[in-house]
């Protein structure tokens, strides 16, 4: 079984900080990791591997720095790496790299299983997978914790709900999105570390996987940021004294004088 997981590098970092001027993040000085959610679709990927066997391969889209981190898996266990790196895919919306990554499946030949990551840790929207699944004509479903059943052609999981779960039954090929319930990752072997020392990471342009540039990079990303910046957090605390009596008290009095004056 082929099975292809998309991984994305994101700043290592919630604390996220912006240049006012141009509304873009600041990347220097702040590490970069794998996207969390797609270390378990790695490990997951690895799984099927184990139980079917099969090809292991990841795709990013990123800057080329990206490659480096893509050797991490090679060392878990991973076949093959792929980047897909180029100035016209920069600025891509969420459409935009699920077409980008879309031609880019296409480029690796016959494929039954996309695992993706819940979402981004930077970006966050979680559009990704079911736009690649869309673009690719396949079905998808999201918040997958558990895969019950696997063999060419089918596939059977467990999609987390608020309370609960649904099973979904789906043809492949497809697209899972994985939540971090569904497994533990591993870590690397020291002969695994010694194989993504020499592996190498293939690195393929926007002219490479015949994408139209009209889809990809700003041109093709029909939402545009008008504006970001960080919440600020102006909460004031203040202490109750007293014993827990004379405290509750106080803090009622606090707040029926508040609803007071918002009445007022
Ligand atoms: C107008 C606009 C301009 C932007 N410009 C830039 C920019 O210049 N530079 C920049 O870095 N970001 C930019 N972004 C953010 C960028 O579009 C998103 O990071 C990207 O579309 C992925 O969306 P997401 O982060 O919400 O991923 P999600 O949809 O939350 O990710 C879900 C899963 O999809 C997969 N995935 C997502 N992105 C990738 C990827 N690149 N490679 C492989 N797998 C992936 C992973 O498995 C991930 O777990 C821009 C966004 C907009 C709206």
């Known amino acids: 079984m082929n099975i292809v997981v998309c991984v994305k590098q994101v700043p290592g970092t919630t604390e996220v900080k912006i240049n006012k001027e141009t509304n873009t993040i600041i990347r220097e000085g702040v590490e970069a990791i794998i996207n969390p959610f797609d270390t378990y679709a790695v490990e997951e990927g690895l799984r099927v591997k184990g139980q079917t066997s099969g090809r292991v391969t990841v795709i990013s889209m990123g800057i080329p720095s990206v490659a480096g981190l893509l050797k991490e898996t090679i060392s878990l266990g991973v076949d093959e790496a792929v980047l897909l790196s180029d100035r016209a895919f920069a600025g891509s919306d969420s459409l935009a790299t699920s077409y980008a990554l879309s031609m880019g499946i296409k480029k690796l030949g016959e494929y039954d299983l996309i695992i993706c990551g819940k979402q981004a840790t930077d970006g966050d929207t979680a559009q990704v997978g079911p736009g690649l699944a869309e673009k690719l004509g396949i079905p998808h479903t999201t918040y997958v914790r558990k895969i019950e059943e696997i063999r060419l052609g089918y596939i059977r999981c467990q999609r987390m709900t608020e309370d609960g779960y649904e099973v979904i039954e789906m043809p492949l090929p497809a697209v899972i999105t994985v939540v971090k319930e569904i497994n533990e990752p591993r870590l690397p072997s020291l002969k695994g570390m010694m194989r993504a020392k020499k592996a190498q990471v293939a690195i393929w342009t926007a002219d490479d996987i015949k994408a139209d540039k009209n889809l990809c990079g700003l041109n093709g990303s ?33 707040l029926l004088s508040m609803q007071f004056m918002k009445c007022n």
């Open 222 to 254: 029909p939402t545009k940021v008008i504006k970001t910046f960080v919440p600020e957090h102006n909460i004031v605390s203040e202490m109750i004294e007293g014993t827990p009596d004379e405290q509750s008290k106080k803090l009622a009095d606090k």
